[in-house]
T-cell receptor, first 113, second 111 residues
């Protein structure tokens, strides 16, 4: 019954070593989002895809990139992780029309050593 | 852009009591207001939502009210149980796949 799946659940990387987080969905939703959530804070939107259209938030660092090869999968690439990038990364989906519900995955906890 | 403020940041209640969390928003164009529950180490889970054409919505022990004139909406949990303990986030959306989150309320239900 899993709808939004994130792998891995925990990821340890080294300072400056590229890392990729993955998200898949079984809902066939048009929109996929990536959020960064630091401890005791609200989720912060990094970017989202509407189908193949990429929408970057103005304050998302260039260090963060994303790919969506098909409807089901979306990847978050962190090109050169810094200590400040340690956080929970949440993937979410929504059907795509205005004012629609978001469904979140369980998140990937990233640790940068 | 939209600004969502959420209060209180922490809330401690006795089991069986009610809990109320309040959010205000700034953009009168916002028309969709979801509430999420996030347990430790997990992603947020939608618990209830309300659209701008409705003033109140209820689902068992959970209810949400919306006052469009005052631009605020509230989450009400009645007969709280220890398993209600979590962080709760409100959010507002003006559509176009943009969601603005409040800063979260940590609810502690004491047995």
């Amino acid at each position: 019954d899993a709808m939004v799946i994130q792998n891995p659940r925990y990821q340890v990387t080294q300072f400056g070593k590229p890392v990729t987080l993955s998200c898949s969905q079984t809902l066939n939703h048009n929109v996929m989002y990536w959020y960064q959530q630091k401890s005791s804070q609200a989720p912060k939107l990094l970017f989202h895809y509407y189908d193949k259209d990429f929408n970057n938030e103005a304050d998302t660092p260039d260090n963060f990139q994303s790919r969506r090869p098909n409807t089901s999968f979306c990847f978050l690439d962190i090109r050169s992780p810094g200590l400040g990038d340690a956080a929970m990364y949440l993937c979410a989906t929504s059907p795509g029309s205005q004012t629609e519900t978001q469904y979140f995955g369980p998140g990937t906890r990233l640790l940068v050593l | 852009g939209e600004n969502v403020e959420q209060h209180p940041s922490t809330l401690s209640v006795q089991e069986g009591d009610s809990a109320v969390i309040k959010c205000t928003y700034s953009d009168s164009a916002s028309n969709y207001f979801p509430w999420y529950k996030q347990e430790l180490g997990k992603g947020p889970q939608l618990i209830i939502d309300i659209r701008s054409n409705v003033g109140e919505k209820k689902d068992q022990r959970i209810a949400v009210t919306l006052n469009k004139t005052a631009k605020h909406f509230s989450l009400h949990i009645t007969e709280t149980q220890p398993e209600d303990s979590a962080v709760y986030f409100c959010a507002a959306s003006t559509g176009f796949n943009k969601f603005y989150f409040g800063s979260g309320t940590k609810l502690n239900v004491k047995p």
